[in-house]
């Protein structure tokens, strides 16, 4: 799949500029460790267009959606991806696994005094070795020899890999909390951070207000915190992300439609999904890569409402929920609240946003599944 490309009906917009998604925000509101309880962070309100924002909390969600709304999750399971070693001629090596790959094979980031050469060996800090195959620009491909299976070792001796901007070692809870409860496809070296909110009684709740849950599976990658190196936005090359949009979601929103609920997207990374998996304005299945880089000028024709962290300035993210929820409508939410004293980033607080026409999607999306 690739980058953008605008359908019938997408916004024209003037050139996008990467400092026009910058804002200032206070280091101490970056938050560096987990509430004690998930549903305790706050959830910022942004109703679509106008109208007052509202300061509440994840476990005031409930009370927010209507029964026969469809919640979709992404439920990539984030592994170990942090390793140590040392290089034949002694130098320390850290390696950042990106991808599992088949026959014991990764795709990593390799941080080294010096570059490793191909066919060089890494001694690894929990046993075994790493062969260097080749690079392919940031990236390392490496042929593991370790016991028991790589990703069963990982699991042992890696370390998680909690984002660049959480300026600590990980610790013990930081295996539970940097991992959503319905986490159960293996493959993510990053948390889809919306989804750490939810806890088994936020879900129960939802699930009595008569609530559907449905699942995506998007493997986030360490190129999710590559920051954008080029001052035209449109330039820029998404990094490559596996997922899998699944014929039971696909059916699931399809009926979601049928009876007027509501599509609701857990995280960016299920918009990307879903938006990998649109074909002639209709959802279908589909399974590989995606390259989507989505934003103002995109229309996001997949979900009625984002339920997302604050992201970094001037990062993809920002920008894919600009396209959302409209550039002006996002960044008076951000200073709101930054003014509000929010908390930011994978451990930080949320916002609910519905999208600038969600209630025109709805009715168009309605009439095309009779």
């Known amino acids: 799949m690739g980058g953008f490309h605008p359908r019938p009906g997408a916004r024209r917009t003037a050139a996008l500029k990467k400092s026009d998604f910058n804002y200032a925000l206070p280091e101490e509101l970056i938050a560096q460790a987990p509430l004690a309880e998930?549903?305790?962070?706050?959830?910022?309100?942004?109703?679509?267009?106008?109208?007052?924002?509202?300061?509440?909390?994840?476990?005031?969600?409930?009370?927010?959606?209507q029964p026969g709304d469809l919640l979709v999750f992404n439920d990539t399971r984030v592994i170990p991806a942090r390793l140590f070693g040392q290089k034949d001629s002694g130098g320390r090596v850290e390696i950042l696994i990106e991808r599992l790959l088949p026959g014991e094979q990764a795709r990593a980031q390799v941080r080294a005094s010096k570059s490793p050469?191909?066919?060089?060996?890494?001694?690894?800090?929990?046993?075994?070795?790493?062969?260097?195959?080749?690079?392919?620009?940031?990236?390392?491909?490496?042929?593991?020899?370790?016991?028991?299976?790589?990703?069963?070792?990982?699991?042992?001796?890696?370390r998680l890999p909690l984002p660049p901007y959480i300026r600590r070692e990980p610790g013990q809870d930081d295996a539970e909390r940097y991992q959503t409860v319905f986490a159960r496809q293996v493959g993510a070296v990053a948390a889809p951070t919306a989804g750490l909110h939810f806890d088994e009684p936020l879900l129960a709740t939802l699930r009595e207000r008569g609530v559907q849950f449905g699942h995506v599976t998007l493997h986030v990658g360490a190129g999710t915190?590559?920051?954008?190196?080029?001052?035209?936005?449109r330039q820029h090359t998404m990094h490559s992300e596996w997922l899998n949009v699944g014929a039971e979601l696909v059916a699931?929103?399809?009926?979601?439609?049928?009876?007027?609920?509501?599509?609701?997207?857990?995280?960016?990374?299920?918009?990307?999904?879903?938006?990998?998996?649109?074909?002639?304005?209709?959802?279908?299945?589909f399974a590989g890569e995606t390259r989507i880089f989505i934003f103002p000028g995109y229309r996001i024709r997949s979900v009625d409402a984002l339920l997302t962290n604050f992201h970094l300035p001037e990062s993809t993210l920002l920008m894919l929920v600009s396209a959302f929820a409209g550039k002006e409508r996002v960044f008076d939410a951000y200073r709101h609240a930054v003014e509000q004293r929010y908390r930011f980033f994978s451990y930080g607080d949320a916002m609910l946003l519905w999208g600038q026409d969600s209630q025109a999607r709805r009715r168009a999306a309605a009439t095309a599944w009779a």
């Open 38 to 65: 998930r549903s305790a962070s706050r959830l910022l309100l942004v109703p679509p267009v106008t109208g007052a924002f509202s300061d509440l909390q994840v476990r005031d969600l409930p009370g927010l959606l």
């Open 117 to 158: 050469k191909p066919g060089s060996k890494i001694a690894l800090d929990g046993g075994g070795r790493a062969e260097v195959l080749g690079r392919d620009g940031e990236f390392y491909d490496l042929r593991f020899e370790v016991k028991g299976g790589l990703e069963a070792w990982l699991l042992k001796v890696g």
């Open 225 to 233: 915190f590559q920051p954008v190196r080029v001052d035209d936005v």
């Open 252 to 285: 699931q929103v399809r009926r979601t439609r049928e009876a007027g609920g509501r599509v609701v997207a857990v995280g960016t990374t299920v918009v990307r999904a879903l938006e990998s998996a649109m074909r002639d304005g209709e959802l279908a299945p």
